[in-house]
C-alpha cells in the first residue's frame, strides 16, 4: 500500500525530476535546500536515492573492470567491492 497523499506525490515528482542533478552536482540554491528536506521527510524518495546511487557506482566500477588490464590488478579490484563483489562481476 502507497502511504503517499496526492500532494507528497507531487513533491515526489518532483525530487525524482531532481535526482539526477543531484546525483551530478548541478542542483544548486533552494532547490538543493528543498530536495534535501524532501529526502528528510520522505522514506520512498529517500530509498530510490539510495538505489540509484548504488546502480550507479556498480555502472562505474564495471566500467573500471572492463578497463583494467588483465594483470594481478583485477583480483584486487574484486576484494576491494567487498561483499557486492560477485553480483558486481557477474553484472559485468
Given amino acids: 500500500m502507497d502511504s503517499r497523499t496526492p500532494s507528497s506525490e507531487s513533491s515526489c515528482e518532483r525530487a525524482f525530476a531532481l535526482a539526477s542533478a543531484w546525483m551530478d552536482g ?34 562505474a566500477a564495471c566500467e573500471e573492470l572492463r578497463n583494467t588490464p588483465a594483470s594481478g590488478a583485477l583480483p584486487r579490484m ?14 559485468c
Wanted: glycine letters at 10%.
Fill in 26 to 59: 548541478t542542483l544548486a540554491g533552494d532547490e538543493r535546500k528543498s530536495f534535501g528536506a524532501h529526502l528528510a521527510s520522505c522514506r520512498e524518495c529517500d530509498a530510490e536515492l539510495r538505489a540509484r546511487l548504488a546502480s550507479r557506482a556498480a555502472g
Fill in 78 to 91: 574484486a576484494r576491494r567491492l567487498g561483499r557486492f563483489r560477485g553480483a558486481l562481476l557477474l553484472a
